[in-house]
């Protein structure tokens, strides 16, 4: 599974930005798409993350600002990203994990990262 990221980019405080995340590859059920961002320093943060029944869970920063949403017609994730602020500049990193199950028996979770994009956000 390869994961392609587009958006990002540089904007002042209280602009807005989206982000875009296509899955393309061997897919065969991927559960969980998102994202994730590290910014200078810092480890590396969960963002957002959808479900393949669309419950998404946001990181308590961001909650309010940032909309995450999927389409698996073409397996991709769009985060829309408004009212950015300094502390949201890093680079984002779209994150998908495919479990495989034989029968009901669980075997493992695939987990597969993008290449990262910039978001920069000037004060």
């Known amino acids: 599974v390869k994961l392609s990221e587009s958006g990002g980019g540089l904007v002042q405080t209280g602009g807005s930005l989206s982000l875009s995340c296509l899955a393309s590859?061997?897919?065969?059920?991927?559960?969980?798409m998102g994202w994730y961002r590290q910014a200078p320093g810092k480890q590396r943060e969960l963002v957002a993350t959808?479900?393949?029944?669309?419950?998404?869970t946001y990181a308590d920063s961001v909650k309010g600002r940032f909309t995450l949403s999927r389409d698996d017609t073409k397996n991709a994730i769009y985060l829309q990203m408004s009212n950015l602020e300094p502390e949201d500049t890093g680079v984002y990193y779209c994150?998908?994990?495919?479990?495989?199950?034989?029968?009901?028996?669980?075997?493992?979770?695939?987990?597969?990262w993008g290449q990262g994009t910039q978001v920069t956000v000037s004060s």
């Open positions: 590859g061997d897919i065969f059920s991927i559960h969980i």
């Open positions: 959808i479900t393949e029944g669309r419950r998404t």
């Open positions: 994150n998908a994990q495919q479990p495989w199950y034989d029968g009901r028996q669980y075997l493992r979770t695939d987990e597969f």
